[in-house]
Structure formats: C-alpha cells, structure tokens
C-alpha cells in the first residue's frame, strides 16, 4: 500500500471517529431542597464548566425585557412564584425576577440558530411528576431529547447542551405537572467544539490500525522481493 493509499485511510478513519463523537455534550446536575443560588452547587459548578465551553453567548435573566433574538411562549416572567422558592425563585445576582410556567411546556425561538443551550430550573419535584425533558431538533432530521436531572423537595437543577454546528432554530421545555421557575438562560454559538480532541482511545485504535496496515504492506513487498 502507497503512502498516498496510507494517508487517505487515515483521514477516513478520522471522520469516522469524529462522526462518531457527533452527540450533544450535556452538561446536567442538580441539588435538592433549595431555596437561593448560594445552594445550587452542583448546578453552579456544571453552570461554569458549560459557560468555560461556550464561551460569550447571549444570557437572558428576564430583569428586562427579551431581546429580540429570542422569543419564549409559555410560562410568564415574574418576581414571585405565589408558593415561595417551593415553586421557583430568580437565580440572577442582584436581580429578581424569573420565568415562571405552571406545567404544560415552554417554547423559545431563535431568531439566528443556535447550537449551545442551558438554563437554570428550581421548584423541582422529580418523586411527583413526571419526567421532564428538553426537546430540540438539530437542523437535519434528527429530534433529541434531554432528561431534567432529578431533583426533589422543591430541588434546583442546570441543564445546558452544546451539538456544535448544529443549526437548532427551537428549543422546547416540557414542564409536564409540575410549577418551576427558571432564570439565567443562555443560548448562542459556542466558541469551542467539546467534541473537537478525540479521546485517546481513538488515537490508540488509529494508531494500531495504520501500523497493522503498514507492516502488512511492507511484508507483501518483501514478498515480492524474495520471489
């Protein structure tokens, strides 16, 4: 085999691995029984390592009004829940308000699309109600759903995503029955690619595959040679 025959099999195999690593990075942890930020540090903690990966991207933490990049249908802002932080509280330094939903679902909308989302989520009760999920579709034909991380007693959670290069225009958070809060909404492109360093068991399976290649090359030409 060519050294040419060599470097194509290597950049296919390439692809292939990085086809493969092709999911959305989730970033999810949540905290239970909590009624301010200051508890939610499982959640802050998973906050930081997903804002590290994203970079600059647009925050809304409904203090003001939307931007016009984005648009949010269900739920209502508000600076009281109406059952206290069992149901829901801001998460804003300084601020206080919040989007407030009553079950059902929450769509938001972008206005350019967007392959990184992430918000914080409280009023949790994942031992009374069903499972909750964020659904988005990426641009192409495929739909995926996201598990809420558990969290009880009125728990607090951060759920973010990153599918880097995806071309996502909706996002939607299925509340099912229960009354949440959520607040510090990001969304945007991200400035780094999670997926981009393949882990060193790919380099390794890379590795060994083309040095198997090579040697069985090498001994068919001394073969020939000796004949």
Known sequence: MSIKSLLLLAATLSAACMSAQATPVVYSASDNNVSS???????SATAAAFDAVAGAIS???FESALPANVTIIGGT??????????CGFNTSAGG??????????????FTSPVDSFGFYVNGLQANLVPQQTIVYTDGSSV??????????NGGGAFLGFIDF????????????????GFDDLRFGRAENNPNSVPEPGTFGLLGFG????????KKRTAHRVAV
């Open 77 to 86: 802002t508000t600076n009281n829940s109406g059952c206290g932080a069992l």
């Open 37 to 43: 930020l200051a508890q939610m540090v499982n959640s």
């Open 59 to 61: 925050i809304v933490d």
């Open 165 to 180: 290069g995806s071309q996502i225009s909706s996002v939607t958070f299925n509340a099912t029955n229960d009354i949440l």
């Open 210 to 217: 083309l040095l198997g290649v090579w040697m069985a090359a």
């Open 96 to 109: 206080a308000f919040f989007r407030s939903v009553f079950g059902g679902s929450v769509t938001f909308s």
């Open 143 to 152: 739909t995926r759903m996201l598990n809420m991380p558990p969290a009880i």
